[in-house]
Nanobody, 121 residues
């Protein structure tokens, strides 16, 4: 069974940094695009950043220049380095990956359970 497990969230002061990780486990044939999304209280889930298997990246305008997405294909892991954090970055952060499971017929979107990031003084 394919699972995505996130880690690295927490409480940080404005201007601080955090690094999120999301590791994929299970029987996998291939991982395609991976990404991070976030959902603040009372708001819809929104895209933060995505990365292709060849490391082409895409960012939401609100995080450009502050966040960096990367991936380690050998470890089946995607990262989100978050710098210069602002209170408006407070949200639950979710990772998503399009994965072709070993026992599947096509690729599916899988989501992690989410990790809380709180930016506050």
């Amino acid at each position: 069974q394919v699972q995505l497990v996130e880690s690295g969230g927490g409480l940080v002061q404005p201007g601080g940094s955090l690094r999120l990780s999301c590791a994929v486990s299970g029987s996998i044939s291939r991982i395609y695009d991976m990404g991070w999304y976030r959902q603040a209280p009372g708001k819809q889930r929104e895209l933060v950043a995505t990365i292709t298997p060849g490391s082409i990246t895409n960012y939401a305008d609100s995080v450009k220049g502050r966040f960096t997405i990367s991936r380690d294909n050998a470890l089946n892991t995607v990262y989100l380095q978050m710098n210069s954090l602002k209170p408006e970055d407070t949200a639950v952060y979710y990772c998503k990956a399009k994965i072709f499971p070993s026992d599947g017929f096509y690729a599916y979107d899988y989501w992690g359970q989410g990790t809380q990031v709180t930016v506050s003084s």
